[in-house]
């Protein structure tokens, strides 16, 4: 039976990037659903999602009622994507910071390297950032630094957030226990994986920023992802990871 692969694609306010990523995800050569995790974005995004599904077939939407954190959209949508029984689960940005033609190799290091959760990372092989600031290329590169040194993990991009799980990786770890709702959630998401044991790899990819629309970053990310790392690890000890 013919695996089943669904990107899931978090929105607010992404009208000016969302027609063009849905259409190029689509026109790949591998097979792969799209699954729009809508915000309640002022801006018209649900409109034109829903306007292109009258176009794809296999383009679906999860509406929420607001801006509730990047990790409840994912938590959502991994949900019910479990629910819907697809075998590959991908997350990627709506802003094509990353690159829709990567899609087919985090697949690939699945499918045919073996891999449980397989990473787009900007470290793995150099800093492969295009048009961010030094500022926040040094800020994201000495963050994976820092998650290495208080895991032990040996990832060398752990703030990625551009990724292929398998589902057994996601039927595994219980999402009621993720606590985190920012970038610290894309950490969080690996350290348990990790600590389950599942074989986890990176795949080099290039980052461009945005071009279009406006960064969710903030303080307040960097602050919870900062001391979060630290309670996460913290709790470990007291966890049970058998599986």
């Not at 995004?45 to 383009?59: D, G, H, R, W």
């Not at 071009?211 to 979060?228: C, D, L, P, R, Y």
């Amino acid at each position: 039976m013919e695996k089943r692969n669904i990107v899931i694609i978090p929105t607010y306010n992404e009208k000016e990037n969302i027609e063009a990523i849905i259409r190029k995800v689509f026109s790949l050569n591998t097979e792969f659903e799209v699954l729009i995790v809508e915000d309640n974005s002022p801006d018209g995004t649900a409109e034109i999602v829903e306007n292109l599904q009258n176009e794809f077939s296999k383009l679906h939407i999860l509406k929420r009622k607001g801006k509730l954190g990047l990790g409840t959209a994912y938590i959502d949508g991994f949900r019910w994507c479990l629910k819907n029984d697809y075998d590959y689960i991908f997350e990627m940005d709506a802003d094509f910071s990353h690159n829709p033609d990567d899609l087919e190799r985090l697949l690939w290091a699945c499918t045919k390297d073996g891999a449980d959760m397989a990473i787009g990372s900007r470290y793995v092989s150099g800093v492969n950032v295009v048009n961010w600031p030094m500022g926040r290329v040094l800020m994201s590169y000495f963050a994976s630094k820092y998650v290495k040194f208080i895991t032990g993990m040996k990832i060398c991009d752990s703030t990625a957030g551009f990724k292929c799980y398998s589902k057994e990786v996601l039927q595994t770890i219980d999402l009621d226990k993720i606590r985190f709702k920012g970038y610290a959630f894309q950490i969080e998401m690996k350290f348990t994986a990790w600590k389950f044991g599942f074989n986890i790899t990176e795949v080099p990819i290039i980052f461009t920023d945005r071009t279009q629309g406006s960064s969710k970053m903030s303080g307040g990310i960097f602050n919870e992802a900062f001391w979060g790392v630290i309670k996460m690890k913290l709790r470990s000890f007291t966890r049970n990871y058998k599986r």
